[in-house]
T-cell receptor, first 110, second 116 residues
Framework: GEDVEQSLFLSVREGDSSVINCTYT??????LYWYKQEPGAGLQLLTY?????DMKQDQRLTVLLNKKDKHLSLRIADTQTGDSAIYFCAERVNDYKLSFGAGTTVTVRA | EAGVAQSPRYKIIEKRQSVAFWCNPISGHATLYWYQQILGQGPKLLIQ????????DSQLPKDRFSAERLKGVDSTLKIQPAKLEDSAVYLCASSLEWSGSLVEQYFGPGTRLTVT
């Protein structure tokens, strides 16, 4: 099974906030990432957080990190139809390798 | 700046046949990755190159999969013979660095392989 776990689906109304949750296993991970994958495309890095941070904000995106619980979340404010995609959480292990979760499919409804 | 290029985009083969995928990374990126993404799962690293040397191939099924990056630029991934469970999207990615500071991997669009 995956070392990184995510809920599989999220449905959100346009204009609302989306919150995607992730748990990881490697307490020594230096960086944690959020990638976005649109249909037929490769993965695109959305944002990341360094392990000594609790929060990072980047425009509509807010990343929260709880190292004690090994919990990572991504909040998307004012969710738009263009935000419909699969979102992958990833942890960096052994200082060079990425371990991905199975992805959360976000569907934005009007 | 051109992104990571992959070809073909789609491939359908019968089991026991062989297949090859090609990747051209972003210019100047020393590190190249091949991932396997099975439907409903996250990408799984198959092999990682630093220039033309292998950093990690621990999850590459070496009895049937092979990869090379002879001149430290383009790379090919081969499967011979293919099995039904090899049906997946094969993603290539590249990055400037491979360890230490933030390593941003840039992904290609992938090759969707269907084995029948």
């Amino acid at each position: 099974g995956e070392d990184v776990e995510q809920s599989l689906f999220l449905s959100v109304r346009e204009g609302d906030s989306s919150v995607i949750n992730c748990t990881y296993t490697d307490s020594s991970s230096t960086y944690l990432y959020w990638y976005k994958q649109e249909p037929g495309a490769g993965l695109q890095l959305l944002t990341y957080i360094f392990s000594n941070m609790d929060m990072k904000q980047d425009q509509r995106l807010t990343v929260l990190l709880n190292k004690k619980d090994k919990h990572l979340s991504l909040r998307i404010a004012d969710t738009q139809t263009g935000d419909s995609a699969i979102y992958f959480c990833a942890e960096r292990v052994n200082d060079y390798k990425l371990s991905f979760g199975a992805g959360t499919t976000v569907t934005v409804r009007a | 700046e051109a992104g990571v290029a992959q070809s073909p985009r789609y491939k359908i083969i019968e089991k026991r046949q062989s297949v090859a995928f090609w990747c051209n990374p972003i210019s100047g990126h020393a590190t190249l990755y091949w991932y396997q993404q099975i439907l409903g799962q996250g990408p799984k690293l198959l092999i990682q190159f630093q220039n033309n040397g292998v950093v990690d191939d621990s999850q590459l099924p070496k009895d049937r999969f092979s990869a090379e990056r002879l001149k430290g630029v383009d790379s090919t991934l081969k499967i011979q013979p293919a099995k039904l469970e090899d049906s997946a999207v094969y993603l290539c990615a590249s990055s400037l660095e491979w360890s230490g500071s933030l390593v941003e991997q840039y992904f290609g669009p992938g090759t969707r392989l269907t084995v029948t």
